[in-house]
């Protein structure tokens, strides 16, 4: 009977360690697999165009562009004035050049990506989180609202295969710390953004961008091998939503006002030595009258030299204290020995009982088996 208990115990602990693990393994693998997080795309020189056309840049209207203009391997930019250039202008040279080779080098790193999620054509009236989205060919009707989760460096990027279109009056709204600074659009083809609408992020096509009357862009318009079409635009800078800002204006101020009042407190030390100096000219005068009085002093100090006598006797408590601080010196040694002279027997003795005891038990359990 002792032996069924036993082993019954030993397979009920059994199964409930098992059925654990199981339940653990089954909530490892319902939590799904997590996506890391995505880094931005790398631009590089590409960074400050707001414009960057393979072929031709061509404006109508009054268009303003935050950053600067580049053609290459073209040379030809048409309607600069009227369009305002906020930076430099680079047509077929170095600058526009290596800006040219950077934006094929962003390109191929967006359209790499691994995606975490497919998407429908229609991009309106979605909210998407962070993350690398593909699409086969994007439209945007409405709005499409792009919700950071509280995160300023949350990248989004969006991979489509052909053609994006926006319609009129159509939008991006951001939202919990999303910036356009981090959104990424890699067209396989063409994109054109619809007027008046207000996009936002940077566009990559491979061929050209369109951007329609009155239509508003918080990014770039980057086209790797065609034109970008310009009609009465706005192309803004991407504000980039971080935490740099803060830090900067702590520095700044900390230093300007710390070292100017430090500088203060040693004009005013310097003035305290000029009266300290005037001092000295009234003590020499202390002196002349202290040898006068100082003889009188031993005159009365004989008389009170035999009371001093009594520090032998005050030195006499000396002896008795040192051996009183000596006498429980003793008393600590034979302590230690008695104290471990007690516990070892009784530990030893415990410990040989158990394990026979242990001993016991594992031989008796075979015979019970054998008995069966």
Same mark, same amino acid.
């Given at each position: ?9 030993? #397979? =009920? ?158 939008? =991006? ?19 054109? =953004? ?173 015979? #019970?088996?054998?008995?069966?």
């Amino acid at each position: 009977m002792t032996t069924h208990r036993l082993s019954h115990r030993w #397979r =009920v602990g059994a199964g409930a360690l098992i059925s654990a693990a199981v339940a653990g393994l089954v909530l490892l693998l319902a939590s799904g697999p997590a996506f890391p997080a995505e880094s931005p795309v790398g631009l590089n020189t590409a960074a400050s165009f707001s414009v960057l056309a393979g072929s031709a840049a061509t404006n109508t209207g009054a268009s303003t562009l935050a950053q600067s203009l580049g053609v290459s391997p073209g040379s030809a930019a048409t309607g600069f004035p009227p369009g305002l250039v906020g930076g430099q202008t680079h047509l077929a040279d170095a600058a526009a050049l290596q800006a040219k080779n950077d934006l094929d080098t962003a390109y191929s790193d967006a359209a790499g990506r691994s995606p975490m999620a497919g998407l429908a054509s229609e991009l309106g009236g979605t909210t998407l989180t962070p993350g690398v989205y593909s699409i086969g060919a994007a439209q945007l009707t409405g709005q499409l609202t792009l919700n950071g989760q509280n995160d300023p460096a949350a990248v989004f990027i969006f991979q489509i295969s052909s053609t994006l279109v926006t319609a009129v009056n159509s939008g =991006v709204v951001f939202l919990n710390g999303a910036s356009p600074c981090t959104v990424f659009w890699q067209v396989g083809t063409s994109a054109t =953004v619809g007027a008046s609408s207000s996009f936002a992020g940077t566009i990559m096509a491979a061929s050209s961008i369109t951007m329609n009357t009155g239509a508003v862009l918080a990014g770039r318009a980057l086209a790797q091998t065609g034109a970008v079409t310009l009609d009465n635009n706005v192309i803004t800078a991407p504000i980039c939503v971080t935490a740099t800002t803060p830090p900067t204006t702590t520095a700044t101020t900390t230093p300007a006002t710390t070292p100017a009042t430090t500088p203060a407190t040693p004009a005013t030390t310097p003035a305290t030595p000029v009266t300290t100096p005037a001092t000295p000219a009234t003590t020499p005068a202390t002196p002349v009258t202290t040898p006068a009085t100082t003889p009188a002093t031993p005159a009365t100090t004989p008389t009170v030299s035999p009371p001093t006598g009594t520090l032998p006797d005050a030195g006499e408590p000396t002896p008795d204290a040192t051996a009183t601080a000596t006498g429980p010196a003793p008393v600590n040694p034979p302590s230690l020995p008695v104290t471990g002279s007690g516990v070892v027997p009784v530990l030893s003795v415990t410990g040989i009982a158990l394990i026979a005891l242990g001993f016991g038990c594992v031989l008796r359990y075979p015979r #019970r088996t054998d008995g069966r």
